[in-house]
């Protein structure tokens, strides 16, 4: 049974991909009633990655647990129709589809407020629709070189690369999380609905200027907009005399518990407050580099817990799944799928009275349609036109 901080909330889920879904897989752990509104082929991340039955790719699977899987086909008036009776008795419609068409379908923001006053609309676009980019398409690879992303990596290590990881979905899905659940503490608040946007660029952009911005936020600019810790060519994991670790001797405390413990000799070599590391940070890195090569990883991990200096191994994502912390503290469940057990990462989130969890698998394409029909009061035969081939 569903017992998250979300319980009681229905979700009309028309997003595809990762960004709209990794939103609303979070709201659904957290107890929501997420129905997932697909197409007749279903949406394309089904089909991404490795899976153990068609159509249920890993990255599918993990995104969309414990929603259930309407099909509808929106081209036709009896998938309209049915759309339109789960708009009336939810707290929130949320889509991926770029701005135009969610208006041909007849189901702007408008046309659903007109259904339920009260429901909580959230576009989750590439672009926002006030700029003259509001229609182009966009993927996370683009994003990632638009907002700047990629120029960092540039910077950093002499190549324009992408990060290993689809940063700007899962931040953008995020923002789409925390954008609707606010529209939901004011509707708590007031009864009031409303419509909310969450753009992949726009998103990014923010989240890149956090540092990035730097001294160009100042009028006139102080300095490029690089943040210059984070792009110093020195500025990787270790290299130790039989492997890596990642660690940051950083503020005061640390740098001095550093300097004591292994190279007293550096006490007034012009390093010994952070604005001095800051404004030459790239040769500390050096110097650290040079001193860490000096040690096994284990003894320096040892070190550093000791004079608790901020460091950690090199995993994989692999080494993950036998992390002794996110075991201990339940980050794993194990849910069983009608093609045997899969193991999630779970809530990273706790709370003491309202607890989420893996709100369970994810669903074949169009699991659900009958039963979620029939709680609507309509029957199979006077929908079948907008069932197509799912």
């Known amino acids: 049974m569903a017992s998250g901080p979300l319980n009681g909330v229905r979700v009309i889920d028309l997003t595809a991909m990762v960004m709209g ?63 339109r009776a789960l708009v009336a008795d939810a707290d929130v419609f ?21 259904l339920n006053p009260s429901i909580v609309y959230t576009n989750c676009y590439g672009y926002g ?23 960092v990596q540039k910077q950093l290590t002499g190549e324009a690369d992408f990060v290993g990881t689809i940063v700007a979905d ?10 609707t ?34 001294g160009a ?35 005061d405390k640390h740098w001095n518990a550093f300097v004591g413990a292994v190279k ?30 000096e040690r096994t990883t284990e003894e320096w991990l040892a070190l550093f817990r000791d004079l608790e200096i901020p460091a950690a191994p090199l995993n994989t994502p692999g080494d993950l799944f036998d992390n002794p912390h996110l075991n201990a503290v339940g980050l794993f469940e194990t849910v069983d799928t009608p093609h045997g057990p899969v193991r999630f990462p779970g809530v990273p989130t706790w709370f003491s009275r309202t607890p989420g969890r893996v709100a369970g698998p994810a669903p074949e394409l ?11 009061g309509l029957g199979h035969a006077d929908i079948e036109p907008a069932l197509g081939s799912g």
């Open 170 to 179: 899962k931040v953008a899905g995020l923002t789409a999380l925390y954008a």
């Open 21 to 83: 879904p990794y939103c609303t897989q979070i709201m659904a752990d957290m107890g929501a009633d997420v129905i997932k509104v697909e197409p007749p082929q279903g949406d394309d991340t089904r089909y991404v990655s490795v899976g153990p039955a068609p159509g249920m790719s890993a990255v599918f699977v993990n995104v969309n647990r414990g929603k259930r899987s309407v099909v509808l086909d929106l081209r036709t008036d009896e998938g309209k129709t049915a759309l």
């Open 217 to 251: 936020i100042y009028d006139p600019p102080l300095g490029p907009a690089f943040y210059p810790r984070t792009v110093a060519p020195n500025r990787r994991p270790y290299e130790t005399s039989d492997g890596y670790i990642a660690a940051l001797i950083y503020n």
């Open 264 to 293: 007293p000799g550096w006490a007034d070599d012009g390093y010994s407050t952070l604005e001095q590391r800051a404004n030459q940070i790239d040769a500390v890195y050096g110097l650290v580099a040079q001193t860490i090569k």
């Open 94 to 114: 949320i889509h991926s589809m770029r701005a135009k068409a969610i208006v041909k379908l007849g189901f702007g923001y408008e046309e659903v407020a007109a």
């Open 129 to 151: 629709r006030r700029g003259p980019d509001r229609d182009r398409p966009a993927y996370d690879d683009t994003i990632q070189a638009e907002c700047g992303l990629t120029a």
């Open 366 to 376: 169009g699991a659900n349609t009958a039963d979620v029909l029939d709680e609507l």
């Open 181 to 214: 659940t606010m529209a939901l503490y004011h509707r708590e608040r007031t009864g009031d609905g409303q419509e909310v946007e969450v753009a992949m660029f726009e998103t990014m952009a923010s989240f890149m200027l956090v540092e990035h911005a730097n």
